[in-house]
């Protein structure tokens, strides 16, 4: 791992992804989770603040160090138990199948090296009710706009962790099993090439 991996670039996430914008999609679509709740990227804990009281419990993946220790110390004197997981979504969870009410994941499908894998573990892992909150920036349907998002990925990436611009995040959801039951799509402020956004739920198909 680099310096600018492990000094830099967790900071610099955390202070990008607290803007008014990310928080009012959070406070819009977090609340959404019920009980058993895994968090694939929970990153720095920006999400923590907007669960409801109706969560019981919270598994918080992410393979970096740094944020998680920053996701502990926003996890200080939550009303429900969080067990913190520093580990890739993409491979193995050691919670049951069946077990989690709701997954939670925002801002990170594009960073995951294998995103189809971490959705089918999390499918896995899902009550057959249970249900996925996602918000995601991705692939914009605009054909000039998504030709830049295929010319600055490749440097994107090493700048941004391993941030791609480009992922058809919808086709990604529904290829591991989900059916999207609420979907809302846009730009929110910002360049266009990174902030094509998807947000919504979806259940097992």
């Known amino acids: 791992m ?9 900071y610099l996430l ?7 914008e990310a928080a009012r999609l959070r406070r819009k679509w977090i609340p959404k989770a019920r009980g058993q709740v895994l968090e694939i990227g929970i990153g720095s804990g920006l999400n923590l603040p907007f669960y409801s009281s109706q969560v019981e419990r919270v598994w918080g993946v992410d393979p970096s160090r740094e944020l998680l220790k920053m996701a502990r110390r926003r996890a200080n004197e939550l009303p429900f138990e969080i067990e913190f997981l520093e580990q890739s979504a993409d491979a ?11 997954v939670v994941v925002t801002w990170s499908l594009c960073t995951i090296g294998n995103p189809l894998p971490a959705l089918e573990e999390a499918r896995r892992v899902m009550k057959p009710r249970g249900q996925l909150v996602f918000i995601e920036h991705g692939r ?3 054909a000039p706009v998504a030709a830049w998002q295929d010319r600055l990925t490749p440097v994107w990436k090493l700048l941004a962790g391993g941030c791609t611009l480009n992922r058809p995040m919808v086709e990604l959801v529904t290829t591991a099993g989900f059916a999207v ?8 402020p910002g360049p266009r090439p990174m902030t094509y956004t998807y947000e919504g739920s979806a259940r097992i198909a």
């Open 2 to 10: 680099s310096l600018y991996s492990k000094y830099f670039l967790p």
């Open 14 to 20: 955390d202070l990008t992804l607290r803007n008014r």
């Open 92 to 102: 193995a969870l050691p919670i049951d199948s069946a077990t989690v009410d709701t």
């Open 140 to 142: 914009s349907p605009d």
């Open 181 to 188: 039951s609420e979907l809302t799509t846009g730009y929110i």
